[in-house]
């Protein structure tokens, strides 16, 4: 059954991980699992932080994004033993290059719903302004 934008949108709001999809140049579809906060205005933002560990800070999603400022994200629910519970929200999404005050909002509601984010250890939180939502849930 098909989630109305409203609907997408308080699951999107309400879930905590999903899957970036960026565009690789030379192999196409690029997909990293991520964290994320959404704010009032239809943006979202995705931390590049200093907790996980990493080859470099310079991640290939921010190279996929200022090669080609699309993206996708996916999150769902899986309920492997009552499928009726089963949903899933898409989001497009389109990269803000020049999003200082911004980021810095979304950085903030990063660091409020993650423990590990308090201290704000980010190295930038990457801007996505919301296209498009569309949804699926199985009742």
Known sequence: MRLSAERARERLVAH????????HPVRGVDAV????AVDDDGYLGIPVDRVKPKASTRLQRERNLEADPRATLLVDHWDPRDWSRLWWVRAELLR????GVRADRLADLLA????????RPFVTVLVLRIQNLTGWRAR
Request: hydrophobic residues 35%; proline residues 4%; negative net charge.
């Open 96 to 99: 803000e290059m020049d999003a």
């Open 33 to 36: 699992p991520v964290v994320y």
């Open 16 to 23: 905590d991980h999903g899957v970036l999809a960026t565009v």
């Open 112 to 119: 409020q719903r993650y423990r590990q984010y308090e201290d």
